[in-house]
């Protein structure tokens, strides 16, 4: 089976301007997730959707950071504007249902200059 | 306060021996699960193992096992043979029920194989 689809890859912005990373999960899968990586961390939960709707966004910086899954298959993940402490991987994953294991794409690595 | 902690940031093992993982947790849920996931320097991660809170046996999968002690919340993760591909990072992870099942990771333990 294709594995989740993540683009672009790298990223490269000025801060204050806005950027916006595209995730496709496995075809079938309910649960999908984002997270934020910072060097030399673990994974971070931004936001985490059960089909279109949001289960759980408790640490996702509202004031800045969007995420939306229409139709509750592909999501994209909005930063506007940017701030240099948003250098990061930002990883999308996604499950069958949150019990089951995540399965993630590659990352989009994501520069703040 | 720490949910997932991982004590060992850096840990060295000589290529086909094998090696222990540490990994405790801090959870009041009865129901949760356990999971290991293995980052290479390529950046994926790789789902490796895991374990429910409720399963009587520890899980096993091919040279993965996990060294499941409820009682001291702790979860550790063997691997047995050790190649220089299993260099990498590993992250312990938990999900609790109470949660909404969201899934929390730990800081990461960095493994190098030495041929």
């Known amino acids: 089976e294709a594995g989740v689809a993540q683009s672009p890859r790298y990223k490269i912005i000025e801060k204050r301007q806005s950027v916006a990373f595209w995730c496709n999960p496995i075809?079938?899968?309910?649960?999908l997730y984002w997270y934020q990586q910072i060097l030399g961390q673990g994974p971070k939960l931004l936001i985490q959707?059960?089909?279109?709707?949001?289960?759980?966004d408790s640490q996702l910086p509202k004031d800045r950071f969007s995420a939306e899954r229409l139709k509750g298959v592909d999501s994209t993940l909005k930063i506007q504007p940017a701030k240099l402490e948003d250098s990061a991987v930002y990883l999308c994953?996604?499950?069958?249902?949150?019990?089951?294991?995540?399965?993630f794409g590659d990352g989009t690595r994501l520069s703040i200059l | 306060a720490q949910k997932i902690t991982q004590t060992q940031p850096g840990m060295f093992v000589q290529e086909k021996e094998a090696v222990t993982l540490d990994c405790t947790y801090d959870?009041?849920?009865?129901?949760?699960?356990l999971f290991w996931y293995k980052q290479p320097s390529s950046g994926e991660m790789i789902f490796l193992i895991y374990?429910?809170?409720?399963?009587?046996q520890n899980a096993t999968e091919g040279r993965y096992s996990l060294n499941f002690q409820k009682a001291r919340k702790s979860a550790n993760l063997v691997i047995s043979a050790s190649q220089l591909g299993d260099s990498a990072m590993y992250f312990c992870?938990?999900?609790?029920?109470?949660?909404?099942?969201?899934?929390?990771f730990g800081p990461g333990t960095s493994l190098s194989v030495i041929p």
């Open positions: 959870t009041s849920d009865p129901s949760y699960g």
């Open positions: 374990q429910g809170s409720y399963d009587q």
């Open positions: 992870a938990m999900r609790e029920k109470t949660s909404y099942d969201k899934v929390i």
């Open positions: 959707f059960q089909n279109n709707g949001v289960v759980d």
């Open positions: 994953a996604s499950s069958l249902d949150p019990l089951q294991p995540q399965h």
């Open positions: 075809s079938g899968h309910a649960t």
